[in-house]
């Protein structure tokens, strides 16, 4: 486990599975590869999983979390922005089964590929989850195209935003 005690840390993992505990302050933790779990607690954290299945917690503070290849769990706290890729990958990258869930305040989730349960949770959420085909990209799987996600709003006036076929729950 490693435990972030000073103020301000930046951590960035080696590849293999880990365990990240942040503090209250502002961090930044890229956790690399492995099937990683970080808590970011308080704070405006930035926080990457990258590949791996991934659990990754925002908790309260302003985070912005990204999750990365692989079958990842993303739970937010008080208005935090999650995408299940950073945008520098390719569409290839923007795969795997995730579970995202928004918390409370008006948290933004992103996801693309994969077949997503995305829950907003309470207050007034953005929930965006597009399989869309990008024909310049051909290293991206045909399988991943039309996959069916969850979109669930939650309490609150919620915008959820998807394919033909993605369940909406109001």
């Known amino acids: 486990m490693v435990e972030f005690e000073n103020y301000h840390t930046h951590y960035i993992g080696t590849g293999a599975s880990v365990e990240v505990e942040a503090n209250d302050s502002d961090n930044g933790i890229y956790a690399k590869g492995g099937n990683d779990t970080v808590v970011a607690l308080g704070g405006n954290d930035w926080v990457e999983g990258n590949a791996g299945n991934d659990v990754l917690y925002g ?13 990842g769990s993303g739970f937010l706290g008080t208005g935090d922005v999650i995408t299940g890729w950073k945008s520098s990958n390719s569409p290839s990258d923007m795969d795997g089964d995730d579970f995202i869930r928004g918390g409370a305040g008006d948290d933004i989730i992103i996801n693309n590929f994969g077949s997503n349960f ?14 869309g085909h990008s024909a310049a990209d051909v290293s991206v799987n045909e399988a991943d195209f039309g996959t069916v996600d969850t979109h669930e709003g939650g309490a609150g006036d919620d915008r ?10 109001v």
């Open 59 to 71: 908790n309260d503070g302003g985070e912005s979390v990204t999750g990365g290849v692989g079958n």
């Open 118 to 131: 995305l829950l907003g949770d309470s207050d007034d959420d953005t929930i965006l989850a597009l399989d």
């Open 160 to 169: 959820l935003i998807g394919d033909v076929g993605d369940v909406m729950i």
